[in-house]
């Protein structure tokens, strides 16, 4: 990951105009919470959405690293959306492609769980295509979550995706990177460029792909060496960022 040498600027209004923009959800869009499910989307962030897809014709894609599926009980208002850090597809009319499960992933589930049952504060997520320990509520255990994922990853060939609070074992293949790589040859994005805003250190790839592609990554929060060309300071400055954008789409 490349080291700034300047603080990163603000990025201006008028960056979206021409534009694909792809968003990460927590911590970009939403507050990060204790627990997945404690998040909250009020009605300005599904009003500020909807308003985006019609100004940018359609040009516009959540990419996290949630489940399609939970990304769609929180934003039922039919964006495309790329879950489990690329590795799924959701089209805006509800289809989704999904990789194989791998096989190894009940053990490895089973695994966590036995030292979530030991280390109060910790939960497991088991998603579709990965498995999650979280240990925000217990900061303390964050070596032995971390020991736990790398052994599993070593053990069973799967990737190893560190975040925020979090580790998740996972399977390999893709990121947020690969997967604007590929929306981008879709015929009709070919000639936009990419914009993509996302918050932690699994969003680099996906800043990455983005200026490869002639566009640009737009950190949320506070400085860190980042691929990305602009930044935001918090989930609200992103909101009302994005308000004027989109205000100058119109």
Known sequence: MPTPTQPLPSPPTNLLRDSVL??????????????????????????LLSLLSQRLDGRIAIVSGRPVAAIREFLPIGLAA???????FGAPDGAIEVSARPEALAEIVAAMEDL??????TMVEDKPLGAVLHYRLAPEAEAACMELARTLADEHGLHLQPGKMMVEVRAP???????????????????????????????????AAAARLGGAGILVGAERPSSA??????????????????????
């Open 22 to 47: 792809f968003l990460d959800f927590d911590g970009t869009l939403v507050e990060l919470a204790p627990t997945p499910d404690a998040v909250r989307v009020d009605d300005r962030l599904v009003r």
């Open 82 to 88: 790329v879950g489990s850090h690329g590795m799924e």
């Open 116 to 121: 979530s049952t030991r280390t109060p504060g």
């Open 173 to 207: 293949g893709g990121d947020k990177g690969s997967a604007i790589e590929r929306l981008m040859r879709e015929p009709e994005l070919r000639d936009a460029r990419p914009i993509f805003m996302g918050d932690d250190l699994t969003d680099e790839p996906g800043f």
């Open 229 to 250: 060309r602009y930044r935001l300071a918090s989930v609200q400055d992103t909101l009302s960022w994005l308000e004027a954008a989109a205000a100058e789409l119109a």
